[in-house]
């Protein structure tokens, strides 16, 4: 389902697991004060036409009422796919990948949003751009974890 709905745009699926990944899960608490969607490379976001870590962080947010932090977490454009490379690559290729936007301070408890957790070189990569933004709690919630 997680694949049919990242790579072929069936969206229906995404909902579905996300109200799965809820009810199976609960609400944490204590509950972040903010989400951020993992954000995705500009040119795969326009082949894509939609960014399913944004979804879900919508779908979570309507269940939790916390709100998404659109756009605070950015990715700058030209890394190559983490789908295809191993542990060291993705991390070589995520170094600097990721650039906090605005001037606002971001909250002090975050949960960061990802669809597929494969080696955590991504949610590392955001951590650490999170955690020098002045991030202290951040939690991820994903809807997978690859073995």
Not at 53 to 58: K, Q
Not at 82 to 105: D, I, Y
Request: proline content about 7%; glycine content about 6%; overall charge positive.
């Amino acid at each position: 389902m997680i694949q049919n709905y990242k790579y072929h745009g069936r969206r229906a699926q995404g909902a579905a697991l996300a109200r799965n990944w809820l009810h199976a899960a609960g609400a944490p608490a204590p509950l972040p004060q903010a989400l951020i969607a993992a954000p995705m490379d500009p040119q795969r976001l326009r082949e894509r036409g939609f960014s399913q870590t944004a979804e879900l962080a919508g779908w979570f947010t309507r269940a939790t009422q916390v709100p998404v932090l659109m756009d605070r977490l950015q990715r700058h454009p030209g890394y190559q796919a983490q789908a295809s490379l191993s542990r060291s690559e993705r991390t070589r290729n995520l170094q600097q990948a990721f650039f906090v936007t605005g001037s606002a301070p971001l909250p002090r408890h975050i949960a960061l949003i990802e669809d597929v957790v494969t080696t955590g070189a991504s949610v590392e990569a955001m951590a650490h751009c999170l955690r020098q933004a002045g991030v202290m709690r951040l939690e991820v919630w994903a809807l997978a974890r690859t073995p």
